[in-house]
């Protein structure tokens, strides 16, 4: 009997295993580690583009600087101490770069015209000598050539009438007839004093009459040094009189160069400078047996009188030791 419902008792079913599932789990997996590396790799490739023109707009930009092979450093047997009313001042070997005598040379003032150095280089970029110029805009402030509005100027005779009386009216025509005119003109001034590596030096306008152009005395230095080995510039600002024509020959102008020091023996240069607010700045390229010294004064009560103190002081302290082994 008891055999009897023991044979005939039910028994419990077991399911049946799904014999594929291992399979399907496996492929699972797989399919999530393949989409974690395609997408690991799209990241990198994105990574890799974003680096690219990261790099591209970091990149070290080459030196303005023409490679120095010096035969000679300059060394001052003295400290100089010259009693001048400038503010701020710098004295540089040209060809080094020392700096021989410095007064709060970091410090930033408004440069006046001496803006008008970076406007030259900038227009030399562009323009050809015999590139014809219109003005369109008159009644400037300040010191002007006297250009008329609708009258046409060779572009070399606009440089001349900029740089040696410092016409306003002459950097201000340039501006305008540079393509998107006179914005984008003081924008590429901007750029053009980033890749000089002027990290204290703005341009508001062309021609230094704004106030919000700003640099220091070493920048300044250093933008003439540069500005210096352009021949044309070199040429132009060394130049103590000329006379031009507008194209037509009717409109005659006699420009004379601001810069009273180009009457003593060895100046050759570079630009004045001046407005209430930047009161008299001079930049001074100064040459003597083989050496050209750069001199900058900012925000002087006499500015000519202060550069030839700092030389008269240098010309008796200064010598040159050799830097070869």
């Given at each position: 009997?008891?055999?009897?419902?023991?044979?005939?008792?039910?028994?419990?079913?077991?399911?049946?295993?799904?014999?594929?599932?291992?399979?399907?789990?496996?492929?699972?997996?797989?399919?999530v580690v393949f989409s974690i590396?395609?997408?690991?790799?799209?990241?990198?490739?994105?990574?890799?583009?974003?680096?690219?023109?990261?790099?591209?707009?970091?990149?070290?930009?080459?030196?303005?600087?023409?490679?120095?092979?010096?035969?000679?450093?300059?060394?001052?047997?003295?400290?100089?101490?010259?009693?001048?009313?400038?503010?701020?001042?710098?004295?540089?070997?040209?060809?080094?770069?020392?700096?021989?005598?410095?007064?709060?040379?970091?410090?930033?003032?408004?440069?006046?015209?001496?803006?008008?150095?970076?406007?030259?280089?900038?227009?030399?970029?562009?323009?050809?000598?015999?590139?014809?110029?219109?003005?369109?805009?008159?009644?400037?402030?300040?010191?002007?050539?006297?250009?008329?509005?609708?009258?046409?100027?060779?572009?070399?005779?606009?440089?001349?009438?900029?740089?040696?009386?410092?016409?306003?009216?002459?950097?201000?025509?340039?501006?305008?007839?540079?393509?998107?005119?006179?914005?984008?003109?003081?924008?590429?001034?901007?750029?053009?004093?980033?890749?000089?590596?002027?990290?204290?030096?703005?341009?508001?306008?062309?021609?230094?009459?704004?106030?919000?152009?700003?640099?220091?005395?070493?920048?300044?230095?250093?933008?003439?040094?540069?500005?210096?080995?352009?021949?044309?510039?070199?040429?132009?600002?060394?130049?103590?009189?000329?006379?031009?024509?507008?194209?037509?020959?009717?409109?005659?102008y006699d420009l004379p160069n601001?810069?009273?020091?180009?009457?003593?023996?060895?100046?050759?240069?570079?630009?004045?400078?001046?407005?209430?607010?930047?009161?008299?700045?001079?930049?001074?390229?100064?040459?003597?047996?083989?050496?050209?010294?750069?001199?900058?004064?900012?925000?002087?009560?006499?500015?000519?009188?202060?550069?030839?103190?700092?030389?008269?002081?240098?010309?008796?302290?200064?010598?040159?030791?050799?830097t070869h082994p």
């Amino acid at each position: 009997m008891k055999d009897s419902q023991k044979k005939h008792q039910p028994r419990t079913k077991i399911p049946a295993s799904n014999s594929f599932q291992p399979a399907v789990l496996k492929w699972d997996s797989i399919l999530v580690v393949f989409s974690i590396l395609i997408s690991a790799l799209v990241l990198l490739s994105l990574a890799n583009v974003y680096l690219k023109v990261w790099i591209g707009g970091n990149s070290i930009l080459p030196s303005p600087v023409k490679e120095i092979s010096l035969a000679a450093y300059p060394e001052l047997s003295a400290k100089l101490d010259p009693y001048i009313t400038a503010q701020a001042a710098v004295a540089m070997d040209d060809e080094s770069k020392a700096v021989l005598y410095a007064k709060n040379e970091n410090l930033r003032f408004s440069m006046a015209s001496t803006t008008k150095i970076m406007t030259a280089l900038v227009a030399l970029d562009y323009f050809k000598p015999d590139d014809i110029l219109t003005v369109y805009t008159g009644d400037i402030d300040l010191a002007v050539v006297g250009f008329s509005v609708g009258e046409k100027v060779y572009f070399m005779d606009v440089l001349y009438g900029m740089l040696l009386p410092s016409g306003n009216d002459a950097a201000i025509m340039i501006a305008q007839n540079y393509p998107g005119g006179e914005e984008a003109f003081v924008e590429k001034m901007n750029e053009k004093a980033k890749s000089f590596n002027l990290k204290n030096t703005h341009f508001a306008d062309s021609s230094g009459f704004s106030d919000d152009n700003y640099s220091t005395p070493l920048e300044m230095a250093r933008l003439a040094s540069l500005a210096l080995q352009n021949k044309t510039v070199a040429k132009i600002v060394a130049t103590k009189r000329k006379t031009i024509t507008d194209v037509s020959g009717a409109n005659v102008y006699d420009l004379p160069n601001l810069d009273i020091l180009l009457d003593k023996e060895g100046i050759t240069g570079v630009k004045t400078g001046y407005t209430q607010e930047a009161g008299g700045v001079l930049i001074t390229s100064s040459e003597a047996n083989g050496k050209r010294l750069i001199l900058v004064v900012m925000k002087s009560k006499d500015r000519f009188s202060d550069i030839e103190k700092i030389l008269s002081q240098i010309a008796g302290s200064v010598t040159f030791v050799s830097t070869h082994p």
